[in-house]
């Protein structure tokens, strides 16, 4: 049985909808996470990481849109950089990652709804 307090604070963390770390290299790497999770168990992505997962589905028999490619691919660009690059040390526009991320997933949760997909998983970053 779950107690009023815990079912109220659980409403309220929805009605508050998705909370974002405050640390850019958890945010990128938990926004590639999810969209990379999507994509190989939704398409059948292979590959190293987001890019080669996005390639994969590009040259599969059902591609993605090219802006939502694009849009990830931004998304992919600006995580490596954090990883690889020793002079980017943070998300320079963190509100236009976090909208780009959530379009993305969006776009790619109501495709998988055109196509009648119900193995997907809601992803969403903690």
Known sequence: ????????????????????????????????KNLEHLLEHEWGAQ????????????????????DLMRRMRFLATIRNKLIHDVEFTKIEN??????TYERSKRELQAILVQRGSS????????
């Open 1 to 32: 049985m779950v107690k009023f307090g815990e079912a109220l604070s659980a409403f309220i963390k929805f009605l508050a909808g998705p909370t974002y770390s405050s640390n850019d290299y958890e945010l990128a790497i938990k926004a590639s």
């Open 47 to 66: 590959g190293k990481g987001l890019h080669e997962k996005i390639s994969w589905v590009q040259d599969s028999s059902s591609p993605l849109p090219e």
């Open 94 to 99: 963190r509100s236009k990652f976090i909208e």
């Open 119 to 126: 193995r997907s998983n809601d992803c969403a970053i903690m």
